[in-house]
């Protein structure tokens, strides 16, 4: 290749972002519907959402060495095209050569394990659940997206990369771009999120007021049960009918 010390030379970051732009619009020729990730200021993703997003990468062992090279790529606007899915998302990189490289990252499904843990977790904070539904960032959700083993962010053991690039690395700075580019495509629509994961947002939203009702009317249930009705206050007080006269007392102590 003639780089010498198997190194690529030195580009600068200009020529990088007009080559990506010239990529751009070529492949918009092609295909008019394409969307570039377009980082504007200097943080990759601003809400809560999407920062989190890419902290959980971040705290992975096995990205940890390798996800930081995409942070660059994707601030220089060298990711042309994310496209989000149903458990897959497929984007378009403009790398060192001529022609961009694909990534496709594949998510794994939500085991039935997780699902009921997710549903569990949001029938006691509709509230929240209600916000999302609305494009806001409840933080309080934090735990239930982030915690790592049965979150709702995927592990990379449920995360399965492919790019076209001659990188030998399963995480090269191409799929790195991508991942981060997640995280800034989840700040403008946060449901985006479902679709990855395969989740049909008003389901998991029915499901979650469907188990917050049948829970209060459970601890409605066990709070009747608690009440002696007339024949029980009969034997215990030697009383023949509950009435307006039973003392006080009683009555505190019955209910």
């Not at 959402?49 to 990205?63: F, M, P, Q, T």
């Not at 601030?75 to 961009?100: F, H, R, Y």
């Not at 999302?132 to 399965?160: C, N, T, V, Y």
Request: proline share 4%.
């Amino acid at each position: 290749m003639g780089w010498g010390y198997g190194f690529a030379p030195y580009v600068p970051v200009a020529k990088k972002k007009a080559d990506a732009e010239k990529a751009l619009a070529a492949l918009r020729k092609k295909n008019p519907n394409v969307a570039p990730v377009v980082i504007e200021g200097r943080k990759i993703a601003k809400t809560w959402w999407g920062i989190s997003w890419n902290k959980n990468l971040e705290s992975y062992a096995d990205y940890s060495n390798r996800i930081g090279r995409g942070s660059t790529y994707v601030k220089n606007g060298m990711v042309l095209d994310l496209q989000i899915a149903k458990g897959e998302i497929t984007a378009i990189v403009c790398g060192s050569g001529k022609t961009p490289y694909k990534v496709k990252i594949k998510i794994a499904e939500l085991s039935d394990k997780k699902w009921k843990k997710i549903s569990e977790v949001c029938s006691h904070k509709i509230g929240s659940v209600a916000e999302l539904a609305e494009g806001k960032f409840p933080e309080d959700l934090a735990e239930l997206f982030m915690r790592q083993g049965d979150g709702l962010f995927p592990s990379p053991k449920e995360i399965h990369l492919d790019c076209s690039c001659p990188d030998w690395a399963v995480l090269c700075k191409h799929v790195a771009a991508v991942l981060y580019g997640i995280g800034a495509r989840l700040d403008d629509d946060p449901l985006l999120f479902f679709t990855l994961r395969d989740i049909d947002f008003s389901v998991l939203l029915k499901k979650s007021v469907e188990d917050k009702i049948a829970t209060m009317l459970g601890n409605a249930e066990k709070k009747s049960r608690r009440v002696i009705d007339n024949a029980d206050l009969s034997g215990l007080f030697g009383i023949s009918e509950v009435s307006d006269d039973v003392p006080a007392a009683v009555k505190k102590k019955t209910g």
